[in-house]
């Protein structure tokens, strides 16, 4: 297994601007997650795709925020209108079920700073 | 609401000094209890996961335990490499209607340092 990865690693951007990031799962994992955390926190869940079917959206999803999995591999969260509050590592992880357990392995994260 | 508490906040030690951190849950069904290894500037990197109380892992000098509302884990004799924060995380058992949630809630770590 190569491990998750995340593309760009850091990305400033002014307040207003798109800015979209992508994550790469391991190979064969069904299931991709994306979670966002600030510092001193945990990371908290945004959404989550079985496949290429987005199955769960958190309230912390404003509609500035969209997340696709086309053909159920990589996986892309878009953020419109950024805001400084939404400055944050985002981060990845993905997990393949097997009789009913998971682990999800995480990517490196995308630091993002919006100005 | 479920929820994840970690205690302390931060620990100190000096090397060798043999120490737990508390991991509190609240949730209405446990599937899973997750430790993960966080670095500074890196994404989580996976531990442990225990599924049922009394079970236990280790893996070189970690110990991770759980019972039925909390989970530890020990740390023996740590060395400065082992500094880091350390997340607890749970996941419910899901709903259900043949849905199957799988998101993990995070406590918000204990920042372990280890000093020489």
């Known amino acids: 297994d190569t491990g998750v990865s995340q593309d760009p690693r850091h990305k400033i951007t002014k307040r207003g601007q798109n800015v979209t990031f992508r994550c790469d799962p391991i190979?064969?994992?069904?299931?991709l997650y994306w979670y966002r955390q600030t510092l001193g926190q945990g990371p908290e869940f945004l959404t989550y795709?079985?496949?290429?079917?987005?199955?769960?959206k958190s309230r912390l999803l404003s509609d500035r925020f969209s997340a696709e999995r086309p053909k159920g591999s990589f996986s892309t969260l878009e953020i419109q209108r950024t805001e400084q509050g939404d400055s944050a590592m985002y981060l990845c992880?993905?997990?393949?079920?097997?009789?009913?357990?998971?682990?999800?392995?995480f990517g490196p994260g995308t630091r993002l700073l919006v100005l | 609401e479920d929820q994840v508490t970690q205690s302390p906040e931060a620990l100190r030690l000096q090397e060798g000094e043999s120490s737990s951190l508390n991991c509190s849950y609240t949730?209405?069904?446990?599937?899973?209890l997750f430790w993960y290894r966080q670095d500074p500037g890196k994404g989580p990197e996976f531990l442990f996961t225990?599924?049922?109380a009394g079970e236990e892992k280790e893996k070189e000098r970690l110990k991770a335990t759980l019972t039925k509302k909390e989970s530890f884990l020990h740390i023996t004799a740590p060395k400065p490499e082992d500094s880091a924060t350390y997340l607890c995380?749970?996941?419910?058992?899901?709903?259900?209607?043949?849905?199957?949630?799988?998101?993990?809630?995070f406590g918000r770590g204990t920042q372990l340092t280890v000093w020489p």
């Open positions: 992880a993905s997990s393949r079920t097997r009789d009913g357990q998971e682990t999800q392995y």
């Open positions: 190979s064969e994992h069904n299931r």
């Open positions: 795709f079985q496949n290429e079917a987005q199955l769960e």
């Open positions: 949730v209405s069904g446990l599937r899973g």
């Open positions: 225990l599924y049922s």
């Open positions: 995380a749970v996941q419910p058992v899901s709903l259900g209607r043949g849905s199957t949630l799988g998101r993990l809630y």
